[in-house]
């Protein structure tokens, strides 16, 4: 208890300081196209308490980003305890559904979750709907089964089906995670984050400083959970976000350690640890990938650590370090990989990068966020 106690005033201590992948998703692999849905776009969701929001950017040809439109969600942003660059303390609170053209914004302050439709850079607002449980987080898609993390009273799960462009919440799919839900501050002691493997047949969920593991779900072929989670504990890592590495693998980012390790996950739900690369910097707890290449945000150095992988994720190559504005948190790639964009969560500064064929980056621009500080949520076209 000591320990983990220790960690989390260090990270704080971090991010206040700052304050004075293998590919993740399809959207990074993409062609530079106008497929159905989402292109040439950037969406950030700003977390605001008074009133959440999506700020949506078009970006031109040369990776450069101008203000295309703000969208409410109906929803209400929320302030996780102990929390300074990043209220949500999570990855994955703005998620694309590339299937069905959806994209799903958390309202942690409203307990729901918000239904926009994407066509190009514009969004429409279709549905708002519970969250099955407190302060949601975190948004997972695979096909027609879609997650949602909720970070408060222990943490849950809670899954929908998709159908006619709307979320269908199934109520036998609502699994209880068990963490201690007095355990503080609540920035460490939350869940971090859920998402699939990359062949979709089990569900993840990082636990952070609460119990520092992986909790594995093996999914039936409707994508109803198991009854319980097989837990993977990893003392002193402190497991924050990850990114799909292949069909059964993931890279992590590790909080407790400052690290990216790539993974395993077996079919009976273990995870055994395949490579591990410290970073070097403070608060690691982001990352993001395209092609072969990985990214990393430490919010406590204000940097990207990018790192090369090799060997199906076996070999992690540390590349450097890039700085960013203060407070680096949630990250994510264009469609046709050339440009990535950073979120920095003290004063709500959107980062633009251009991804060079050494796996540096060089610096293209920035925008403000309006009413972004502390925001969390990003997805790239």
Known sequence: MQK????????????????????STAAAYGGEGHPRGG??????????????????????????????????TNGLGGVLAGSVADHLASQGSLTYDPRHALLYAVNAGSDTVSVFSVDGDRLALRQVVGSGGRFPVSVAVH???????????????????????RLHEEADWNRCLGLDPNATPQFTNTPGQVGFTGEGSQLVVTTKANGSSLQVFNLDR???????????????????????????????????????ATFTIHHDGTATQEAFAATGQAATCWIVGVRDL?????????????????????QLTVLGNTPTDPGTVD??????GRYLYAQTGVNGILDEFA????GSLTPIGSQTVPGGAGGEGIVAF
Do not use: C, K, W
């Open 331 to 336: 990250a994510a790639v264009s469609s046709n």
């Open 4 to 23: 983990i106690t220790r960690l989390a005033v260090a990270v704080a201590t971090a991010l206040a300081a700052a304050a004075a992948v293998a590919p």
């Open 222 to 260: 409707s994508g109803a959970p198991a009854a319980t989670a097989v837990t993977t504990s990893l003392p002193g890592a402190v497991p924050f976000a990850f990114v799909p590495n292949g069909r059964h693998g993931l890279f992590l980012a590790e909080a407790g350690t400052n690290a990216v």
């Open 294 to 314: 990985l990214y990393a945000s430490n919010a406590g150095s204000s940097t990207l650590t990018g790192l090369r992988t090799a060997d199906r994720g076996r």
């Open 143 to 165: 096909d027609d089964t879609v997650y949602v993390l909720n970070a408060l009273d222990g943490g849950s799960i809670q899954g929908y089906t998709v159908r006619g462009g």
């Open 355 to 358: 991804i060079n064929d050494d």
């Open 39 to 72: 292109h040439h776009a950037v969406f950030v969701q700003t977390d605001n308490p008074a009133g959440n929001q999506v700020i949506a950017y078009r970006r031109a040809d040369d990776g450069q980003l101008t203000p295309a439109g703000t969208y409410d």
